[in-house]
């Protein structure tokens, strides 16, 4: 009876912990997607600080870096880097609630610094528009083209640009493997390296959107060690009953201030749009 009592016991705590953790993931997802309605509120604020980040005399060297499609598939690969960290870390340590809790922690404030700058210093990039044309030059007239263009320019917000979230997240995310001594630490580091390529050939970035956003994951990584050290959220009891609850409650706040920030911003979020399933009359859907 015991026996009975403690493996039911310890099927509920992984119930939670798998829930709890979900909701982690779920709430950085959403809040991630905010990203384009930031970058078009700061757009109105009619403030541009794009001629200091991006020199004028640097342009003409800028705009002939080849467009390489082949690289958007290196640049989708960043998006599955905290599934992958999540699989790697509940492998070596199980569902170690306080390390999970940390990781999406310093994910989130990667997410909200680099809204901060979005907002208080627009920078635009637009790389792919031609002046003489009035249109947006893709490359090329392959599938590969225009599925780079979708994906990568489409409806995105050309106001999201410094520092560049990519290479903050895939920079973060590997550092967090090699922190944590998980498996595929050296895979996620090359990816990491990888992703600075990406994001030059598929041309969302100007280079100076790259070392800011490496720089923004170093800083993230010195909060995870800090955060490590003083074993923040490791909490003393359980507390089943309250997880649960908020792990219900927190996606819908999440959801719902998402929702606000796309009203108050004029944008509209289509994740299928970019893949082509449908037909895209003006710019302006995204989401990631």
């Not at 109105?44 to 080849?66: A, K, M, N, Q």
């Not at 390489?68 to 492998?91: D, G, K, R």
């Amino acid at each position: 009876m015991e026996f009975s009592n403690k493996n039911q016991k310890n099927s509920h705590s992984y119930f939670i912990n798998v829930m709890e953790t979900l909701s982690w993931f779920f709430c950085t997802c959403v809040l991630f997607t905010c990203y384009n309605p930031v970058g078009e509120l700061a757009k109105t604020r009619g403030v541009d600080y794009t001629d200091f980040v991006h020199p004028e005399f640097l342009e003409p060297y800028v705009r002939s870096i080849p467009l390489i499609p082949e690289f958007v598939f290196v640049y989708i690969a960043v998006y599955p880097m905290p599934l992958f960290f999540l699989l790697s870390l509940t492998y070596v340590y199980g569902f170690d609630m306080g390390k999970i809790r940390r990781f999406f922690t310093v994910q989130m404030f990667l997410i909200l610094a680099a809204f901060i700058c979005f907002y208080a210093f627009p920078v635009h990039s637009d790389l792919l528009w031609n002046e003489e044309t009035q249109t947006h030059d893709i490359g090329g007239d392959t599938w590969l083209h225009e599925f780079n263009f979708r994906f990568v320019h489409q409806g995105i917000s050309h106001w999201v640009c410094f520092p560049s979230m990519h290479c903050a997240h895939s920079w973060s995310i590997a550092l967090s493997f090699w922190f944590y001594n998980l498996p595929g630490a050296s895979v996620m580091q090359v990816l990491a390296v990888l992703t600075l390529a990406s994001t030059i050939f598929t041309k969302p970035h100007h280079p100076p959107h790259l070392p800011a956003g490496v720089v923004l994951a170093f800083i993230g990584q010195q909060l995870l060690k800090a955060l490590e050290r003083r074993r923040f959220w490791e909490l003393k009891q359980n507390y089943a009953w309250t997880r649960f609850y908020v792990s219900l409650f927190l996606p819908a706040l999440f959801l719902v201030f998402a929702d606000y920030l796309h009203k108050i911003s004029g944008w509209n979020t289509d994740i299928p749009a970019m893949f082509g399933f449908e037909s895209l009359n003006q710019v302006g859907l995204y989401g990631f």
